[in-house]
């Protein structure tokens, strides 16, 4: 709980009424029990009432101020038999209850300052503790909705290993749309991303031979100074090298180049347009490299026809 500085002033002017209502209350009960003799020849003392009361609600700032307004209130009445008392025993009957005024006063406000701050301490642990049971909660309920998402991916997605035997079983299918899909597919499995194309590169130009159908660049060839690059250094490029921005501009993020494994040729290459940059990781890079490998083959399997767009359903980038 946070204190404003209207709050402190509210208790102040609270605690100054209860004071003048209690002790206007007290003097107009002691004019007419005793005459204003401040309550001499009662046990105990009615102001014993408001410094008990200031100093167990309050604390010793209030307790002592009830206190100092009691013993002016007792030290201002002349009692008839000063007089006829001893000198000392006179001093000892008007200190006495003040002394015990401001002790008592003093004593229980401490005490009850200190409940009042263990008090607080414990308030501010609790909070505390509701604050993190709160946290804990929402993040078990994250986990747990987490946790029943992976499950129903694991189930459901096409990544698994049945799945992706069953899609390489089409590769040799009788049916050239189906070995185009077989191959999407894979693609798509192995480069995490549906967005990409494949050219086939003859007499120094790349004509394009295969592509995903939600490819957002649509090149029917590629770049001569890219065909350049990729001949005379072959090795993928990516955006996350400086080096390999410039040739790649309006073309895609990646370019996978195909290697004839017999006659070391540049026969085709890969064009992925849309990765997350920080996939372009040296693992990642070791991926697409063995992916480059098996998809060389399929070169001679699939049939160039035109611009096929092919659909690689369900794959989980």
């Known amino acids: 709980m946070t204190f404003t500085p209207r709050d402190g002033w509210r208790r102040a002017t609270r605690i100054a009424a209860e004071i003048a209502v209690a002790f206007v209350m007290l003097v107009a009960l002691d004019l007419w029990l005793t005459d204003g003799t401040a309550f001499a020849g009662i046990q105990p003392n009615p102001f014993w009432l408001p410094v008990l009361v200031m100093a167990l609600a309050y604390g010793t700032g209030p307790g002592v101020i009830a206190a100092a307004i009691a013993s002016a209130l007792w030290l201002n009445n002349v009692h008839a038999d000063g007089g006829a008392r001893d000198y000392l025993d006179h001093l000892l009957h008007l200190s ?10 003093v004593v229980i406000g401490e005490v009850t300052m200190l409940r009042a701050a263990r008090h607080a301490g414990l308030q501010r642990r ?8 709160l ?5 078990f309920d994250t986990l747990s909705k987490t946790n029943r998402r992976l499950q129903v991916q694991l189930v459901t997605e096409d990544g698994t290993i049945g799945h992706i035997v069953a899609t390489a079983a089409q590769l040799a299918s009788p049916d050239p749309a189906k070995r185009r899909g077989a191959v999407a597919r894979l693609i798509a499995l192995s480069a995490h991303t549906e967005d990409f194309a494949c050219y086939r590169i003859s007499g120094g130009e790349a004509r394009a031979w295969l592509h995903a159908s939600q490819s957002a660049v649509r090149r029917d060839s590629l770049p001569g100074v890219l065909i350049e690059r990729l001949a005379q250094a072959p090795g993928i490029l990516h955006v996350a090298r400086r080096a390999d921005r410039a040739v790649l501009d309006g073309v895609g993020v990646a370019v996978v180049p195909l290697i004839d494994g017999e006659t ?7 064009v992925i347009h849309a990765l997350p940059f920080g996939a372009l990781n040296p693992a990642h ?6 992916m480059a490998g098996w998809l060389t083959p399929l070169l001679a399997d699939v049939s160039p026809g035109a611009w096929q767009p092919v659909r690689p359903t369900g794959m989980v980038a």
């Open 96 to 105: 006495l209850p003040p002394l015990l005024w401001f002790v008592t006063a």
């Open 126 to 133: 609790e909070q505390i503790a509701r604050r993190n049971t």
């Open 135 to 139: 946290r804990l909660t929402e993040a």
């Open 264 to 270: 070391d040729a540049l026969i085709g290459c890969l």
């Open 285 to 290: 890079t070791a991926q697409l490299h063995e």
